[in-house]
């Protein structure tokens, strides 16, 4: 009985059997021996029979005329990664996504005495006194201290007391918007479960399955991910579970949705009863802004919220208290009289906007520089703005370069993870015919001990990296499409989203295109995944500080910049993916190591196949317009149309199909979609077809 690859989609090509979908179009049964055998290199093989049933998973069974079955591919469980690390200690490490303990320490620790209205807040009681799984919904305005409360939730639920009346496991996860690691839900999943299962070993064993069968790359699909948390979280063993969420309105909104509905699935009430034992439950705070969609997302939840926006008396409270610590430390290191305290607190009571982040920028500019006499002082507070934009506006009129300033704050709102010191140095350096390090050094700033003097409070420096000091500082600066209102001010609404996407874009391709790249590029020592080669990408991306984000990013950026109307620019970014060049091998690789954790060393791709991967359709465009062949081979990915099916770019899909790309099915070859979903879908209209075509049958990598 034969077994055919590559499947349809996917045309001759020397990709290891075990790196493609096994398609049998002849009728008969695939037993797992001659599975097994086929691609030996596999612990195990799973065959998923594929239904019609409306079912969402991998493994569905379209009736017609011929039968069919789809195994997908078995990755060996992580065994490349090191010999002594075991399966299980493999898939604990491939859970750890992101840095969460960090990110909860980005928020301060709250001032004593502060918060206790929430403790005492009839709901969040019920929630904290019922032995039964619940969720609470807690909302309030920006800068009220949403995610130092749920740091101090966190801590507090883990604290002694709190362990000896409600025993669990107290997991965790804080949405921002400026970091990619904090602003998807799948990195959010990825985070708990890891701490789930540090803290509860043998709950490891609900994720081992489809670690075995596909290796990291189950981390990266949140369907997967919430079916593991909830077996886990619902095993008899698991014990007491409470997960503090905050900031779910900075999460990006197709994996926020998915997650609420998620969340709502497991919490109404003909479902409830799934965890709801005398032993054990399973409770959620999330925390966000008072926004509708959200609201609208719980509705089938009926009183699950906590308004902190409504409750302005309790917050004014909590900032009486911050104000009354913070006068006391300035007061005792200025060695100010009583009286001058007094003023000082009662300016800032009466000023302080209903927000903790006003006070916390007023009390900064007072700290810095230190008033000289009680006149300085009392000018100072005389001039305090009014409310947030005021006091933005007024931090960067205040910069003694504003051009400069205006090109920090473009790379900071446009990175999509903070950069560091030496990463920004460069970025701003950087310009058009820089060849080397050695070409920046007439432009490079003392970017360390500048950036506050030139951005001023707007930015602030967490572990060596560039932040925003708030959301609010962002959503200041940034000019939406519907932003129609005109405005005085010099900096609201200064920068459009697409420029600062091109100025980061620019040092991203004008990096790529160093000599040394060209000269002395990354080699591996192995074609497959291994710790050392790990430590190799690693070792090489340290001597070359930039390459990290601009390898990983630049494809972003250049979609989100729409540089192809600059021939400069978008012929450097041609540049970039050209497959003669050896620079190919090093940011390509750099950049597999983010999107598949079972990366291959790129060999003898085209540059059309390499514009598909990482979806630049005008690039894929251009490429052709110049005599590129739709068909061309490849031994990582057999073709341009292959490529950009794996990744699910449907446009350039039907670009290089439109444009004469051939899809071969068991040995025949089609120029278009019809016959091949007639043969495969016969009872599907061509729409949904061409859907599934480009959904499923894809190389898994």
């Keep these: 009985m034969p077994l055919y690859t590559p499947s349809f989609l996917f045309g001759p090509t020397n990709i290891p059997n075990d790196l493609l979908l096994i398609t049998n179009l002849n009728g008969s049964s695939i037993n797992n021996q001659s599975i097994e055998h086929t691609t030996n290199s596999h612990d195990t093989a799973v065959s998923h029979s594929m239904t019609s049933s409306g079912n969402t998973d991998n493994s569905r069974t379209y009736e017609g005329s011929n039968h069919y079955d789809f195994i997908n591919p078995i990755f060996n469980g992580g065994q490349n990664i090191g010999s002594s690390e075991s399966k299980t200690e493999s898939c604990l490490r491939s859970l750890y996504t992101s840095n969460y303990a960090f990110h909860k320490s980005r928020n301060p620790q709250r001032v004593s005495g502060t918060l206790e209205w929430f403790l005492n807040h009839e709901k969040y009681r019920h929630w904290r006194q019922e ?3 619940s969720l609470l919904s807690v909302s309030a305005d920006p800068g009220c201290g949403k995610s130092v409360l749920a740091s101090f939730l966190v801590d507090e639920l883990n604290s002694p007391v709190s362990q000896s009346e409600l025993p ?7 949405f921002k918007d400026d970091d990619e690691q904090q602003k998807n839900s799948i990195f959010a999943l990825s985070a708990l479960l890891h701490q789930l299962f540090t803290a509860k070993s043998s709950l490891i064993k609900h994720a081992m399955e489809e670690f075995k069968g596909k290796g990291e790359k189950f981390t990266k699909e949140l369907g997967v991910l919430w079916r593991i948390f909830t077996a886990a979280a619902t095993d008899p063993s698991c014990g007491n579970v409470i997960c503090i969420i905050d900031g779910l309105d900075e999460c990006e909104e197709s994996t926020r949705n998915e997650l609420i509905k998620f969340l709502v699935s497991i919490y109404l009430p003909a479902n409830r009863t799934a965890r709801n034992t005398d032993e054990m439950f399973l409770k959620f705070i999330l925390t966000s802004r008072p926004y509708r969609f959200i609201e609208e997302g719980f509705a089938k939840l009926p009183k699950i919220r906590l308004k902190a926006e409504e409750l302005t008396p309790a917050i004014n409270v909590d900032i009486e208290l911050v104000i009354d610590a913070e006068v006391k430390a300035l007061g005792e290191a200025w060695d100010l009289p009583d009286d001058v305290r007094r003023k000082l607190r009662d300016k800032l009571v009466k000023g302080a906007d209903r927000t903790f982040l006003w006070v916390s920028l007023i009390l900064k500019i007072l700290k810095d520089p230190q008033p000289a006499s009680e006149s300085e002082l009392h000018e100072i507070l005389n001039n305090i703005p009014s409310d947030l934009d005021a006091m933005y506006e007024k931090v960067l009129r205040g910069s003694r370069e504003p051009q400069k300033a205006k090109t920090i704050l473009q790379i900071v709102v446009a990175a999509t993870r903070p950069l560091t010191f030496n990463e920004m140095d460069i970025a701003l350096a950087i310009r058009p015919g820089h060849k080397s390090i050695e070409d920046l050094k007439p432009n490079r700033l003392f970017i360390r001990s500048i950036v506050k003097d030139i951005c001023g409070l707007f930015v602030k420096i967490i572990d060596s990296k560039i932040y925003l000091i708030h959301q ?27 420029e600062s996407s091109l100025t980061l874009t620019k040092s991203c391709i004008y990096y790529l295109l160093f000599t040394v790249f060209e000269t002395h590029p990354l080699v591996l020592s192995s074609n497959i995944p291994t710790s050392e080669s790990r430590q190799q990408i690693d ?8 390459l990290d984000y601009a390898a990983k990013h630049w494809a972003t950026h250049v979609r989100e910049a729409k540089i192809w109307e600059e021939q400069a620019i978008s012929g450097s970014a041609l540049e970039v993916l050209d497959s003669g060049s050896r620079r190919l091998l090093t940011w390509f690789l750099v950049y597999q190591t983010s999107i598949n954790p079972n990366f291959h060393y790129p060999k003898n791709d085209t540059s059309l196949t390499i514009a598909s991967y990482v979806g630049h359709d005008v690039a894929v465009q251009q490429l052709i317009g110049k005599g590129a062949d739709v068909n061309g081979r490849d031994d990582l990915y057999g073709s341009a149309l292959n490529a950009a099916a794996i990744r699910e770019h449907h446009s350039i899909v039907k670009m290089l199909l439109d444009r004469g790309a051939i899809i071969y099915l068991v040995g025949s070859e089609y120029k278009d979609l019809l016959p091949v979903n007639r043969y495969l879908w016969p009872s599907m209209n061509e729409a949904a077809a061409n859907h599934q075509l480009v959904l499923h049958c894809r190389l898994s990598v």
């Design 131 to 133: 032995k039964e799984s």
């Design 168 to 174: 669990s496991t107290v997991c965790f996860f804080f």
């Design 472 to 498: 609010t500082a962002k959503e200041f600066l940034i000019k939406h499409l519907t932003t129609t209102i005109p405005t005085t001010e010099m900096w609201k609404h200064s920068l459009c989203p697409i």
């Design 539 to 546: 070792r090489y991306t340290q001597e070359h500080v930039f």
